[in-house]
């Protein structure tokens, strides 16, 4: 299911809406120019924020993008001056050119880790940025992108490519030590192993039986959060 491209552009009444579950994308300029609008609620399964959806909703003063969105389109919260704190989830790896241009409301911003590339003046003219967290995965960040943002501080990991590109532009730039700190180890018997069969008749073959591994109520992801090596198996 689709929102076409402009189908409430310009609706300088309407103050809320709530996007059903179902939605999968949300087309170009579709809530662009609903000067009134202050609150909206974007259902999980969209995948991509298009370009300039929701330009010059001035009075949108808070926004979640849920997990599953990927990337965040040209001008997609442009001249959004009302809105003083975005949620970006860890799947979107791109925010695109002039994404949030004109957010003047906003002050601080932390870019997850798993976005890639930050483009071309995706920040510019937020003048009231003072700090943004700018993670390892970054790895391109455009031309003019704090452009306007005068007193902003860049904080990221040392010898990151953030780091060098804000020794480039002339920005501050701050190390955030929670870059540097490994991940927190588990022994396996601190969670919940599950096998799919654990015993088997010979026939000569090896066996792989699935492995669910859960920690707590929460089920991990394998070669993310543990790794599987079989041996004896036949």
């Known amino acids: 299911t689709r929102i076409e491209g402009f189908t409430f552009s310009d609706c300088s009444k309407l103050t809320s ?17 609903c000067s009134e609008l202050t609150t909206i609620s974007i259902p999980g399964g969209v995948t991509n924020i298009e370009d300039s959806v929701f330009r010059g909703c001035s009075k949108l003063s808070s926004i979640s993008i849920p997990e599953g969105v990927e990337s965040i389109g040209y001008a997609a919260f ?63 960040i455009g031309e003019e992108v704090f452009n306007g943002c005068n007193d902003v501080t860049i904080y990221g990991k040392a010898g990151s490519y953030a780091e060098a590109y804000a020794d480039e532009k002339g920005i501050k730039f701050s190390i955030d030590k929670s870059f540097s700190q490994p991940a927190e180890k588990k022994a396996l018997s601190d969670n919940n192993v599950t096998l799919s069969q654990t015993s088997y008749t010979y026939d000569g073959q090896p066996k792989k039986p699935s492995v669910t591994v859960k920690d707590g109520s929460i089920i991990l992801t394998e070669n993310k959060d543990y790794t599987i090596t079989y041996q004896n198996n036949v």
């Open 78 to 140: 442009s001249g959004c001056s009302g809105l003083a704190s975005i949620t970006i989830p860890s799947s979107v790896t791109s925010i695109g050119e002039y994404a949030f241009n004109g957010c003047s409301g906003l002050s601080s911003i932390s870019i997850p880790e798993g976005v890639e590339s930050i483009e071309y003046a995706a920040f510019s003219s937020c003048s009231g940025l003072t700090s943004i967290t700018i993670p390892p995965s970054v790895m391109y």
């Open 17 to 33: 809406i709530n996007i059903p579950e179902g939605v999968e994308s949300i087309g170009k300029y579709a809530f662009s120019g």
